[in-house]
T-cell receptor
Framework: KQEVTQIPAALSVPEGENLVLNCSFT??????LQWFRQDPGKGLTSLLL?????REQTSGRLNASLDKSSGRSTLYIAASQPGDSATYLC???????????FGTGTRLKVLA | GAGVSQTPSNKVTEKGKYVELRCDPI?????LYWYRQSLGQGPEFLIY????????DSGLPNDRFFAVRPEGSVSTLKIQRTERGDSAVYLC????????????FGEGSRLTVL
């Protein structure tokens, strides 16, 4: 059974710092992995999708990497801004299934 | 529509009542998912539709929960005899198909059972 873990659960950093959010999964036979952002009281916004054949994806100040063999993905945020404050969730689709399994998220606060 | 639309955004009901939550996916998306999210938790899978059929309903917690997608577009999640433990945010997501996989979520329907 696929399990997804995100560490740390919460993170507070000063504006301008580069930071890394971690996502671990127990079954390395994945189809793809997706990172989302969730603002309080809102739905999830897709940030990056990494297919199993890819090692990383980039969008603006965001870079997500995938290492299937170690069951890990990282989301790197460069030059963090207060507007980046949100909960970041990763979700994994295991090969042979349709559903995404989510972690519990990392609550990020970027201080001005 | 431009994005996934969910109605109502908020629903307050009494224990024992029947509730319907509606999801209108992105036009042309054949895959549709329902998730449930409790405070401080990640979304929990409920059911997946490919077209009109429920390809995976393994996440429905019990037989009080049912979902339909009769024409392969709009979906309705139905909850009978609601209980206080059903209170949560119900999220709907769609994707172009089950293979390309990128999920797009609606804003959710917050259900409160008194």
């Amino acid at each position: 059974k696929q399990e997804v873990t995100q560490i740390p659960a919460a993170l507070s950093v000063p504006e301008g710092e580069n930071l890394v959010l971690n996502c671990s999964f127990t079954d390395s036979a994945i189809y793809n992995l997706q990172w989302f952002r969730q603002d309080p009281g809102k739905g999830l916004t897709s940030l990056l999708l990494i297919q199993s054949s890819q090692r990383e994806q980039t969008s603006g100040r965001l870079n997500a990497s995938l290492d299937k063999s170690s069951g890990r993905s990282t989301l790197y945020i460069a030059a963090s801004q207060p507007g980046d404050s949100a909960t970041y969730l990763c979700a994994v689709k295991t090969s042979g299934t349709y559903k995404y399994i989510f972690g519990t998220g990392t609550r990020l606060k970027v201080l001005a | 529509g431009a994005g996934v639309s969910q109605t109502p955004s908020n629903k307050v009901t009494e224990k024992g009542k029947y509730v319907e939550l509606r999801c209108d996916p992105i036009s042309g998306h054949t895959a549709l998912y329902w998730y449930r999210q409790s405070l401080g938790q990640g979304p929990e899978f409920l059911i997946y539709f490919q077209g009109t059929g429920a390809a995976d309903d393994s996440g429905l917690p019990n037989d009080r929960f049912f979902a339909v997608r009769p024409e392969g577009s709009v979906s309705t999640l139905k909850i009978q005899r609601t209980e206080r433990g059903d209170s949560a945010v119900y999220l709907c997501a769609s994707s172009l198909d089950s293979h390309t996989g990128e999920l797009f979520f609606g804003e959710g329907s917050r259900l409160t059972v008194l």
